[in-house]
């Protein structure tokens, strides 16, 4: 069970940056072997992956994010991060992180919201 807490949210201005984190209690052999990503919901609208990182550090990015955000882990603390840059309104969401394979137990969430 990864039990994610995110943490790093904010209010922040369009063009600005975030950075956002996201602790597991998973063990340090278990999460350096799986994918992990961050996902997102905005109001009124399903939640998605936006970028991923598998066990060999190896990125995808969802195109509304490409070139602006960074996913990166830290395998001995077990935790992943989201740098974000160059903020957009519409990046307003909750930001959740998970596995990538068959996520569950959903933490709940940093707020992210991007004013113009």
């Known amino acids: 069970q990864v039990h994610p807490v995110e943490s790093g949210g904010g209010l922040v201005q369009a063009g600005g940056s975030l950075r956002l984190s996201c602790a597991t209690s998973l063990s340090g052999i278990i999460f350096s072997a799986i994918g992990m990503g961050w996902y997102r919901q905005a109001p009124g609208k399903q939640r998605e992956l936006v970028a991923s990182i598998v066990y060999s550090g190896t990125t995808n990015y969802a195109d509304s994010v490409k070139g602006r955000f960074t996913i990166s882990r830290d395998n001995a603390r077990k935790t992943v991060y989201l740098q974000m840059n160059g903020l957009k309104p519409d990046d307003t969401a909750v930001y959740y992180c998970?596995?990538?394979?068959?996520?569950?137990?959903w933490g709940q969430g940093t707020q992210v919201t991007v004013s113009s």
């Open positions: 998970n596995k990538l394979s068959q996520p569950t137990n």
